[in-house]
Every structure is written in C-alpha cells, then in structure tokens.
C-alpha cells in the first residue's frame, strides 16, 4: 500500500486525473482518493513508492509521500 498526499488536487477532474493515470500502472488493485484530504491510497501487488509518484507526477500534480 502506498499512501499520498497531493496538495494539487482541487476538484473532482483532477481526482478523475490521478485515479486514470494510477489504474494502469501495473499490479494496482484498488485507488482511493479523499479529494478534503488530498489523501491517495494506492494497492496492489508489485507496485512501489517511487512509480506511484512518478505516475501521479505526470498529471502535473506535486504527490508527496502522507506521513501520519
């Protein structure tokens, strides 16, 4: 399980952005997303910090790691 925030996130396009990018990264099972929090919880098999930043990046959003 990966879990982030993303700041940028202000409406439900740019939840609909991040949700579309992060379900075809492979081995991704389930992504849910609390557009109040700017929280993003990612699951899967395989998947890893680094590659769910990378894809959450390429919508021009700035993820940072959710630290509790």
């Given at each position: 399980?990966?879990?982030?925030?993303?700041?940028?996130?202000m409406c439900e396009g740019c939840?609909?952005?991040?949700r579309r990018v992060l379900e075809k990264l492979e081995g991704v099972?389930?992504?849910?997303i609390t557009l109040e929090?700017?929280?993003?919880?990612v699951t899967g098999t395989g998947i890893?910090?680094?590659?769910?930043l990378e894809?959450?990046?390429?919508t021009g959003k700035a993820p940072i790691l959710w630290s509790e």
């Open positions: 399980t990966v879990t982030l925030r993303v700041d940028a996130m939840v609909g952005a991040v099972e389930n992504v849910v929090d700017k929280k993003v919880v890893t910090e680094e590659a769910v894809k959450v990046a390429k």
